[in-house]
């Protein structure tokens, strides 16, 4: 059974700081997803990484596929009260089934 | 673009009634795909479409859950007897294509079992 564990599970910081979420796997993805779910609302895509090694910039967010595509981070700059919520990682596999981490609550304090 | 439209929002129902959810995708997504969401499990996929054919149904917990999906535009879910343990946020969510396309989810349906 592939699965996916995020860490940590929460982070309450302040305004202006830095932050990594980790998503770590013992088993290999074709494609790595990441989503940030609002309360009430569905996940929504932010960044799907396919190569290993793989850096992306979404303005503040960037995020990173590991060498061996078993593992992700998500590393936001000077976080806003805007970035708060639910982060969800999902790793693909050739059967285009997504496997979703159990997430990373963010809290953004003003 | 509408988005994926599901109904109920949210529905309270008793133990041993059948609930039946329903899901309206993105028009011209030919993927469709069922998930539920736990404080416990987290989003767990329970089935999904490609062409309107059930593709893999090895998330659906147990009988009471069945699926289907008619046509290129509608598909339910249904749980009958519903049970406390069912209670759940259910998304529904489409794609267009294979692997690593986005995945439009909808807004969710919270049933609550009591």
Redesign the interface.
């Known amino acids: 059974t592939q699965l996916l564990e995020q860490s940590p599970q929460f982070l309450s910081i302040q305004e202006g700081e830095n932050l990594t979420v980790y998503c770590n796997s013992s088993s290999v993805f074709?494609?790595l997803?990441w989503y940030r779910q609002e309360p009430?609302?569905?996940?929504?895509?932010l960044v799907?990484v396919?190569t290993g090694g793989e850096v992306k910039k979404l303005k503040r967010l960037t995020f990173q596929f590991g060498d061996a595509r078993k593992d992700s981070s998500l590393h936001i700059t000077a976080a806003q009260p805007g970035d708060t919520g639910l982060y969800?990682c999902a790793g693909?596999?050739?059967?285009?089934?997504?496997?979703?981490?159990?997430?990373t609550r963010l809290l953004v304090r003003p | 673009d509408a988005g994926?439209i599901q109904s109920p929002r949210h529905e309270v129902t008793e133990m041993g009634q059948e609930v039946t959810l329903r899901c309206k995708p993105i028009s011209g997504h030919d993927?469709l795909?069922w998930y539920r969401q736990t404080m416990m499990r987290?989003?767990?996929?329970l089935i999904?479409f490609n062409n309107n054919v059930p593709i893999?149904d090895s998330g659906m917990p147990e009988d009471r859950f069945s699926a289907k999906m008619p046509n290129a535009s509608f598909s339910t879910l249904k749980i009958q007897p519903s049970e406390p343990r069912d209670s759940a946020v259910y998304?529904c969510?489409s794609s267009q294509g294979?692997?690593?396309?986005?995945?439009?989810?909808?807004?969710?349906s919270w049933l609550t079992v009591v």
């Open positions: 074709s494609s997803q009430g609302e569905g996940p929504v895509l799907t396919v969800l693909g596999d050739s059967s285009y089934k997504l496997i979703f981490g159990s997430g | 994926v993927y795909f987290g989003l767990e996929l999904y893999d998304f969510a294979m692997s690593g396309n986005t995945i439009y989810f909808g807004e969710g």
